[in-house]
Structures are given as C-alpha cells and as structure tokens.
C-alpha cells in the first residue's frame, strides 16, 4: 500500500524517534463505531475497602463512585503490579512489569531519572500516534531530569533531604512526561511528602521553591526540604481537578472531534491525608476517610464535566488504585486533628487507645477495614498490598452494574487499549499486558485471561499468582507496614479457601511450588509473560 507524503512523514518520524514500528500502529474504529476517549483515574494509597460498593459496612460514603461502578464493571480480583507507588505506575503506562528495570526496591527517590525509555512504547505515545490529544494531569513518580545548580552536584540516587539545594529550579528538565507520550501534563513531581514541593507543568517548575519547608503540626508527616508559594498540601487535589477541567475545556473548544487521552493520578489519598475544609469530617474514618470522600468528589465533577461536554457516552472511564491503603491515621496527626479545630466531633484521645489493641496491624482505624477482609498493607505482599478497587465504565460496550472475578492486572492497560484500537503492538512492547476487552464486552472465556500474574512487595521478591493458588517467594511480608514470618522458605495460600492468607501450605504441596516457582522462572528468562499483543485484522 502507497503512503501520501503526509503519512509518510509521520510514519518515518515516528520511526527515528524509536517508539514503535508504525505500520503495526494504526487504529480502526474502535468496537462499535468511533474510537472511544479514555479516562485513567488512579487514586494513591486508596484501599479497596474504601469503597463503600466494595465494602457495605464502611465507614465512607463514596455515592459517585457508587455510582460509576453501577453504571459499569466492578473487578473484585484486580492487582497492582506492586504493592508500591512507582513500580505500579511504571506497570500501567508501559505493560510491562517494573522489576525488569533497574528498580528493584521500593520507589524512585527524589530527584531519581526516569524510570521510562523515551524509546519505550506507552499508552500515551500509543494513543497519540493513533490520533488522541493525550493529558497527564498529577502526580508523576516516574522519575524527571533535574538540572543541578552550577558548580553543584546532584546525587539523584539519594534520600538526602538535603539534595533539594542542589537543584536549580529555574532550569528546564530536561526530561519529562512529555517524552513519554504526554501533549501535556501538570502535576507534582512525586508523592505529596516528598521534595520538591512545587508543581511542575510539561518541562518546567511553575513556581521554583525557595522557602525552607514550614507547615502546621498536623503536616510532620511530610519531609524536609524547599516548598513554593503555590503549594499547599491540602489543595493539591483540588489544583489537580482545577487543570484537568481547564485542559478538557481547552480541548473542546479547539479540537472537539478529536478523541482525547486523559491520565489522572490523584494526590489522593496518600498521607498526610489533609482534605480541604469542605470535606473534614465527612466520613467516619478520620483523615484518611475524609480525603476518601473530597476524591469521590472529583471523580464526581469529573463525569458531570464530560456529560455536560456531550462526551460521556463515548468515553471509557477506568478508576483503580496504585496499591492498598496503609492502616490508618498516624498518631502525631490525629492528637492534631483535634488541637488544630479540625473536627470536635472526634474524641482523639478515644481513637488513638485503639494502637494499644496490637500492632500495626490491628489497628483499623475507627473500625473501617480499609483494604476490606484483606491481609496486609500498602508496602506487604498480601492481599491487602496489591487487591485494589477496579471500575470500568463505557456505555454501550459495557454492561452497567456488573462484576467480574477475572483476575486482571493494571499492566493490562496497554494490551486493552490496543485491542480496543485494533492495532498490533511491536514485540518490545508491553510484555506483560493483556487484554481484558474480551471481559468487558462481556464475552465467555475459555479459559482464564492471565496465565499467571506476578506480584512485587517493597523489597526484592516476588509472588505469582495462578488461579486460585498464590506463592510468595519469601518468608515474610515485604514491608514495613505489617510484620510478619513464618517458618519456610516460601508461602502458599490457596485464596479460595483462604482469602486471608492466615494458613501457609508451602510445606504440604511441594508439587505445586515447584510448578509456581518455573512459571516465575520462565517470566523471567523470556522477558515477556504474556503473549505478543495482535489485534489488527
């Protein structure tokens, strides 16, 4: 088939820029008609017993999500890739697993480079090449290229609070979400109590912060470092939500019939968990609860946004989590909660006897079970680590108020946005995405639609899971949040039978640990777990 000049160009541009090879890159209509916008939501430290759909005895009102998951398709056995933040996000925009890159352990620090290839195939550059106007709008965590400050040096593989004074804010970075695929993007460099506190917008520091890092008690929680005059922690989400409307206005007004793109990782809920004064005291679950419902909020606004704009029957709305939630309200910030006015209605003295029941562990804050019946925190291999809240809405493809039990993972994004275009993904790209469109359309599958899924914890270990059986390659947790280890080599649950993981089985079925461990061998020797990514036809 012959090229006209133009596509020839954008063909061949797209080429020396490495991204993919173009030809296998180009989208039909999707299922049904035209091609479909699509909206990412991806809450932080959000559990999926904050759900008041996934967890009726809750103690947070969540109506609008309520609502999205009655309107669509609520997953019950969704996964993060891990149960930390960079890892999840690097696995959700790439379809690839985070421990075949350099990050092995926990997060991406400070002023760490990124984590993503600008040769790396993403669902943004993806999207873009098939014609979506493309939008990140929040936090980031993927790494940025910070400039040091002249005759300075910069340890960007440090936790040093320090290192802030060695970047000059006033600089350009020289990387960014940009080069990933992004027309655009605002938000903040990593997690809200991480330095730099500032927003960044595409390659540059909105405000550079010069201000020594002072806030009110309740915020201890957050690090040292240099803050702007712009930043305050509990209206990030609500400056968040303030750019996502802004950008969707300018879309419309200038390219309405264009298909867009719009990746939204919430501030939300990740501590401190400091909800504007709207919403405090909202929940029945302290500060965490709170944030809870300001979020619910703006998923709200969100959808009332895209009906008023006409779109909202052509637009797939995706909501999920990057893991599980941590336990509760830390004790510094619930004495505060009370001194600083926040809300009378709380007796804190009341809340925090409940840390003397046990450990870490046990103390579900106000009686909320954040991550549901689930095992573990953010940070642990459980359950509790990496099950999230899955929602999937898209009128006329997916059937309202139904729920699957597929195991699925958020590195299926990328296979599923390629099915949905019809288009072949290069064989280095997206090596551990499936598509999950089969599920959504509601077709009956012969057989499971993962062959395995893997797991990472915050330490260097994995977990597979294979139906209903799971094995955790460690004696314990994986992180800090919950202590635990038991007396083998390894761990296996079966999650039918116990869903809470209490009951270790390692030792009574050796045949399936060896099968387990060579599916977790085999992953790591092809580089690849799941099937090369066809779909054009």
């Not at 103690?59 to 149960?83: I, W």
């Not at 925090?352 to 106000?366: F, V």
Request: aromatic share 10%.
């Amino acid at each position: 088939m012959r090229l006209s000049r133009r596509r020839f160009m954008k063909a061949a541009a797209v080429a020396a820029a490495g991204l993919a090879v173009p030809q296998l890159l180009r989208a039909k209509d999707a299922p049904g008609g035209a091609k479909p916008n699509i909206v990412v939501i991806l809450a932080d430290d959000l559990g999926l017993g904050d759900l008041s759909c996934y967890n009726p005895k809750g103690k947070v009102p969540t109506p609008n999500l309520d609502k999205l998951a009655s309107e669509g398709m609520r997953f019950t056995d969704a996964h993060t890739s891990a149960a930390s933040c960079s890892p999840t996000r690097y696995g959700l925009i790439t379809g690839r697993y985070s421990w075949r890159t350099r990050l092995q352990v926990g997060v991406l620090k400070h002023f760490e480079p990124p984590l993503i290839d600008k040769k790396r195939l993403t669902v943004a550059s993806l999207l873009k090449q098939n014609g979506y106007a493309t939008a990140g709008i929040g936090k980031w965590h993927l790494g940025w290229g910070w400039v040091a400050k002249a005759g300075k040096k910069l340890n960007r593989n440090s936790w040093n609070d320090k290192e802030c004074e060695n970047v000059d804010f006033t600089k350009p970075l020289t990387e960014c979400p940009n080069d990933n695929g992004f027309d655009y993007y605002f938000g903040i460099g990593s997690s809200n109590n991480m330095q730099p506190y500032c927003y960044i917008e595409n390659n540059k520091i909105v405000v550079p912060p010069a201000t020594k890092k002072k806030r009110p008690v309740y915020d201890t929680e957050s690090g040292a470092g240099l803050v702007s005059d712009d930043y305050v922690s509990e209206n990030i989400d609500q400056v968040l939500w303030g750019k996502a409307k802004g950008w969707l206005d300018r879309h419309f007004k200038t390219t309405p019939k264009k298909p867009f793109f719009l990746y939204m990782p919430t501030s939300a809920i990740h501590r401190p968990c400091l909800a504007t004064r709207e919403f405090r005291g909202k929940s029945g679950a302290g500060l965490h609860g709170d944030k809870v419902v300001e979020l619910d909020s703006i998923v709200g606004r969100l959808v009332a946004d895209l009906k008023s704009k006409g779109c909202l029957d052509n637009t797939l709305i995706l909501f999920t989590s990057d893991n599980g939630a941590l336990p509760g309200d830390p004790e510094h910030a619930l004495k505060n909660y009370a001194r600083n006015d926040w809300g009378k209605q709380w007796d804190a003295d009341k809340l925090l006897a409940r840390k003397k029941e046990g450990s870490y562990r046990s103390w579900i804050t106000y009686g909320h079970r954040t991550n549901g019946p689930y095992l573990g925190y953010k940070m642990t291999i459980y359950e509790g680590g990496h099950r999230v809240p899955f929602i999937v809405r898209w009128p006329g493809k997916v059937k309202p108020g139904v729920t699957s039990d597929e195991i699925v993972c958020t590195v299926d994004l990328m296979a599923t946005v390629a099915n949905i275009l019809k288009v072949d993904l290069p064989s280095n790209s997206a090596e551990d995405s499936y598509s999950i469109l089969p599920v959504l359309l509601g077709k009956k599958l012969a057989k499971p639609l993962r062959e395995a899924t893997i797991m990472i914890p915050w330490d260097a270990f994995k977990s597979v899971r294979q139906g209903p059986w799971k094995l955790i390659l460690s004696n314990t947790s994986g992180g800090y949040s919950l202590k635990r280890k038991v007396d083998t080599l390894g761990q296996l649950y079966n999650l039918d039978d116990d869903p809470g993981e209490t009951t270790n089985i390692y030792a009574k079925y050796p045949e399936k640990v060896k099968a387990l461990t060579a599916i977790v061998k085999k992953y790591e020797s092809e580089g690849r777990s799941a099937p090369p990514a066809k779909f054009a036809k």
